[in-house]
């Protein structure tokens, strides 16, 4: 299984970015998906996650009302549209599946999952 994320880069406050996770070996339309991130110095944070049926998507309180999840089963590929984009969401992102859970409280990890490699998300002016 691999996971394959893409789409940071930097960006000027204000602006937008789309991050991809591209799947292969695992079917992401049969599980839960989540991203994180990993800001230099702190640990890995939530930020969201979509639930395998699309019923449930939750979003952390610091990017709520900016980012939104999706997913095109087409291309087995989940994205994270940010926008509103501050100098605080400057982190490594990192898509990971499957989740064992997604509900509107969180989300984690599968003890089983897998971690994408991390794109680069830089906001500044």
């Known amino acids: 299984v691999q996971l394959q994320a893409s789409g940071g880069g930097l960006v000027q406050p204000g602006g937008s970015l789309r991050l991809s996770c591209a799947a292969s070996g695992l079917t992401l339309n049969d599980h839960n998906i989540g991203w994180f991130r990993q800001a230099p110095g702190k640990g890995r944070d939530e930020v969201s996650c979509i639930s395998s049926n699309d019923s449930v998507t939750y979003y952390s309180g610091s990017v709520k009302g900016r980012f939104t999840i999706s997913r095109d089963n087409a291309k087995n590929t989940v994205y994270l549209q940010m926008n509103s984009l501050k100098p605080q969401d400057t982190a490594v992102y990192y898509c990971?599946?499957?989740?064992?859970?997604?509900?509107?409280?969180?989300?984690?990890?599968?003890?089983?999952?897998?971690w994408g490699q991390g794109t680069q998300v830089t906001v500044s002016s």
């Open positions: 990971a599946a499957p989740l064992s859970r997604c509900y509107s409280g969180g989300y984690w990890l599968d003890p089983l999952g897998y």
